[in-house]
Antibody, heavy 121, light 106 residues
Framework: QVQLQESGPGLVKPSQTLSLTCTVSGGSISSGDYYWNWIRQSPGKGLEWIGYIYYTGSTNYNPSLKSRVTISVDTSKDQFSLKLNSVTAADTAVYYC?????????????WGQGTLVTVSS | DIQMTQSPSTLSASVGDRVTITCRASQSINKWLAWYQQKPGKAPKLLIYKASSLEGGVPSRFSGSGSGTEFTLTISSLQPDDFATYYCQQYTSPCSFGQGTKLEIK
C-alpha cells in the first residue's frame, strides 16, 4: 500500500520561499503510471490544486500559481518537492501531496496526511 | 478555469436520514466529477469518481449521479461516521474543487 509523507518547515517568513518534500513509500515514484501532485487547503480559498510532476520531470502547474511554483523530483530517493516563492500570509495553508493515475487525469486517489505551513514574520 | 459551486454549505441531518448534496460546474465537464469526504485533521478521502462510480471499500449507501454541469451526491441512510465535510472536484486540468458541504448532526 503506497504511503505519502510531507515534510518541511512549518513557519516561513513573508517574501521567502516555501519548500516542502513528499516521500513516497510502498511503491516507486518512477512508475510510469502516476502523476505526483501538490494540493493546499486554506480557510480562505478552500482546496486548491498546485501542480504535478511526472517521474521524467515533466510538470503541469495551476495557472494561478505558475509564476511562483517549482515542482521537482528525485527518483533515487522516491521524493518530489515543492517550492513556492515570494510567499505572503495568503499562502498559509495545509499542504498535501497526492498521487493520481495518468489515465485518470487529476483524480486524487492517495493523499499524504498534510502539513501546516504558516507564513508569518 | 472551471468553477465548482456546491450547495448547501451546511446541512443538518439525523442518523438514518437520506441527504443530497448538489454540485454545479460553470461549464460542461462530461462525467469528470469526483466526491471526497474529509474529517477534521485528515486528508480528503475519495468516495466517488466519474460522477457515479463508487471507489473500492466505500459503503453502498453513497451514490452519485449527473453529467455535464449538474451533479449530486446522495447518502441513503446516514450513519454516525458520515458526519464530515464533502467536496466535489472536477478533475480535468487544471482541476478545481467546490467550497465544501459540512454535514452536521441535527
Amino acid at each position: 500500500q503506497v504511503q505519502l509523507q510531507e515534510s518541511g518547515p512549518g513557519l516561513v517568513k513573508p517574501s521567502q520561499t516555501l519548500s516542502l518534500t513528499c516521500t513516497v513509500s510502498g511503491g516507486s515514484i518512477s512508475s510510469g503510471d502516476y502523476y505526483w501532485n501538490w494540493i493546499r487547503q486554506s480557510p480562505g480559498k478552500g482546496l486548491e490544486w498546485i501542480g504535478y510532476i511526472y517521474y521524467t520531470g515533466s510538470t503541469n502547474y495551476n495557472p494561478s500559481l505558475k509564476s511562483r511554483v517549482t515542482i521537482s523530483v528525485d527518483t533515487s530517493k522516491d521524493q518530489f518537492s515543492l517550492k513556492l516563492n515570494s510567499v505572503t500570509a495568503a499562502d498559509t495553508a495545509v499542504y498535501y501531496c497526492a498521487r493520481t493515475l495518468v489515465r485518470d487525469q487529476l483524480l486524487l486517489t492517495y493523499w499524504g496526511q498534510g502539513t501546516l505551513v504558516t507564513v508569518s514574520s | 478555469d472551471i468553477q465548482m459551486t456546491q450547495s448547501p454549505s451546511t446541512l443538518s441531518a439525523s442518523v438514518g436520514d437520506r441527504v443530497t448534496i448538489t454540485c454545479r460546474a460553470s461549464q460542461s465537464i462530461n462525467k469528470w466529477l469526483a466526491w471526497y469526504q474529509q474529517k477534521p485533521g485528515k486528508a480528503p478521502k475519495l468516495l466517488i469518481y466519474k460522477a457515479s462510480s463508487l471507489e473500492g471499500g466505500v459503503p453502498s449507501r453513497f451514490s452519485g449521479s449527473g453529467s455535464g454541469t449538474e451533479f449530486t451526491l446522495t447518502i441513503s441512510s446516514l450513519q454516525p461516521d458520515d458526519f464530515a465535510t464533502y467536496y466535489c472536484q472536477q478533475y480535468t486540468s487544471p482541476c478545481s474543487f467546490g467550497q465544501g458541504t459540512k454535514l452536521e448532526i441535527k
